[in-house]
């Protein structure tokens, strides 16, 4: 890669007109220049079409039929993509100025990086939050507090136990495709915790302690479905555990997977599906039976059994 390396951004959208303006205003600002910005229209039925065709050259706009997903239309934008450094991010979503510039200049620098993740902040209608995602992350933040970048050189063993990224902050060497060759088309959510921990099996994984881009949080997040979120993310750690080796990531992943059984169990048992939450609790503690978990599935397996008979409130 030499300098100046062309940087593709791939946008997937789905009746986006509301906000897609926004983003695509917030990517032309980037002090880095050499950019191209690719649109992957997934079955829009509102006007997302007229909103970029105004952006004219400026934007390569590509429609497809709805997938129910952004996983396809990611792999569709990055099947049209020509940089050496490719970059997501969502819709409704807005990049700082020098994301781009910040994240070509930390690979530029450590050349056997070919992957690397900035921070994000999280902003709603009332505004932003208090603290950046990084810092929500207990295992990363005593890491990196202090330091404006690191470099993770075995990041699975980390994202096994927290996942510090999004799709919307990472970017990669292309090269990287050649070995995973894009999102699991299958999945309809965690499907980008899965692509770049696959990722991160095959170099380390650059971490920049500077906020990249504002996620905007609303009623279309996928994560405001928890029963998808729990379901895709016991697929998604189950693969990530079959296909791997290492004991202590396995285990984190079983520890994950468990917590989801776990969480479904409560899900279920509030909805009234007592046999169903039992079994959830009985697979918790199949995936993982350690004395923590055996004393959170006995909470559990009590609460189920306290709501089956009547004697506590559902919330």
Request: charged share 20%; proline share 4%.
């Amino acid at each position: 890669m030499g300098t100046n390396p062309l940087v593709s951004v791939i946008i997937p959208a789905c009746n986006a007109q509301d906000l897609i303006a926004e983003t695509l205003d917030s990517i032309l600002a980037q002090t880095y220049e050499n950019i191209e910005i690719i649109v992957v229209d997934d079955g829009s039925t509102d006007k997302t079409f007229q909103i970029v065709e105004g952006y004219g050259s400026r934007v390569r706009y590509y429609y497809q039929k709805n997938s129910g997903g952004c996983a396809v239309p990611r792999n569709t934008g990055i099947g049209h993509a020509s940089g050496d450094l490719i970059c997501f991010i969502d819709a409704d979503d807005i990049m700082v100025p020098d994301r781009i510039a910040q994240q070509v200049d930390f690979l530029e620098r450590h050349s056997h990086v070919s992957l690397v993740f900035s921070d994000y902040l999280n902003f709603n209608e009332d505004g932003p939050y208090p603290i950046s995602h990084f810092q929500t992350c207990p295992r990363l933040w005593p890491l990196l507090r202090g330091q404006e970048e690191l470099i993770l050189e075995k990041a699975g063993a980390l994202l096994s136990e927290e996942n510090f990224g999004i799709t919307g902050a990472f970017m990669l060497r292309k090269k990287l495709l050649a070995i995973e060759v894009g999102f699991e088309p299958t999945l309809k959510a965690c499907e980008d915790f899965h692509f770049y921990f696959r990722l991160a099996r095959h170099t380390p994984v650059g971490i920049i302690n500077k906020v990249s881009f504002l996620r905007r949080l609303h009623g279309n997040n996928m994560s405001g479905n928890p029963s998808k979120m729990l379901s895709e993310g016991i697929r998604t750690r189950t693969w990530l555990r079959d296909s791997g080796q290492d004991p202590m990531i396995r285990a984190h992943l079983n520890a994950y997977i468990a917590g989801c059984h776990g969480a479904f169990a409560r899900y279920h048992a509030d909805q009234g599906h007592y046999l169903l939450a039992l079994r959830y609790d009985v697979q918790a503690l199949y995936c993982n039976s350690c004395w923590s978990r055996l004393c959170t599935s006995c909470r559990n397996l009590a609460r189920t059994i306290l709501l089956a008979a009547g004697l506590l409130k559902h919330n």
